[in-house]
């Protein structure tokens, strides 16, 4: 049970290399977090990596200030921005944006097949939405036993990545023995289809301004 318990935390908290949490400066970059009538506006500004999405919630709360990590309806989810050039070693290599992500997920299954010593299932699949923005979406297993009957114990955690300018955007979400899959998946997809990509960087106060007049 202690070794379960250590491989859970271990996914929970797999390659951390990201800028801090809400409203917070960091090295890397600044997320903001944004109340919405829907729930929870996540907005991040970096050079030419900028992205936004909603997340449709009752309840959003900051969980670790030293990652981009929030409890979401009571599930832990995470934001991880990871720079393009530790996936691709080789520039010369010319990969589709699918290849790239996959790539991507490969670079995360290592690591944690390296701090668990052991081989998850996956089940993989691809997400296009209006904007015909890509993203790869999967889900890894954890190996429970019948005596594993702990409601807040992760059966699954949900991934879905996409490729910004010159860094891959990893989110990630555990679902718990008590919770809903199905629901979990659906709040990726919804994700997916309100995402957005720019260039140039948000301004904050403005968006924030304009939230302010909807209430």
């Not at 970059?29 to 919405?36: I, R, Y």
Request: glycine content about 2%.
């Amino acid at each position: 049970m202690k070794k379960l318990f250590l491989i859970i935390y271990m996914i929970l908290f797999s390659i951390v290399n990201v800028s801090t949490v809400a409203t917070q400066e960091a090295e890397s970059g600044l997320l903001n977090a944004l109340k919405t009538p829907k729930g929870l506006l996540l907005m991040f500004n970096k050079d030419k990596n900028n992205f936004k999405f909603e997340i449709e919630c009752q309840d959003a709360i900051p969980f670790d200030p030293e990652s981009m990590a929030f409890l979401i309806d009571k599930r832990f989810f995470q934001l991880v921005i990871v720079p393009l050039n530790e996936v691709i070693r080789s520039p010369k290599l010319n990969l589709s944006e699918i290849e790239i992500l996959e790539a991507h997920k490969n670079f995360e299954m290592d690591y944690i097949y390296e701090v668990s010593g052991m081989n998850f299932t996956t089940k993989t699949d691809t997400i296009k939405n209006n904007q015909n923005r890509k993203f790869l979406y999967w889900e890894l297993n954890i190996p429970l036993t019948d005596k594993d009957t702990a409601s807040d114990l992760i059966k699954t955690k949900l991934y879905m990545n996409t490729l910004l300018y010159d860094e891959i955007l990893s989110l990630s979400m555990a679902v718990t023995l008590n919770d809903n899959s199905e629901a979990a998946r659906k709040l990726f997809q919804s994700i997916a289809n309100n995402f957005e990509y720019n260039e140039s960087s948000y301004n904050v106060d403005h968006i924030a301004d304009s939230l302010k007049m909807m209430k």
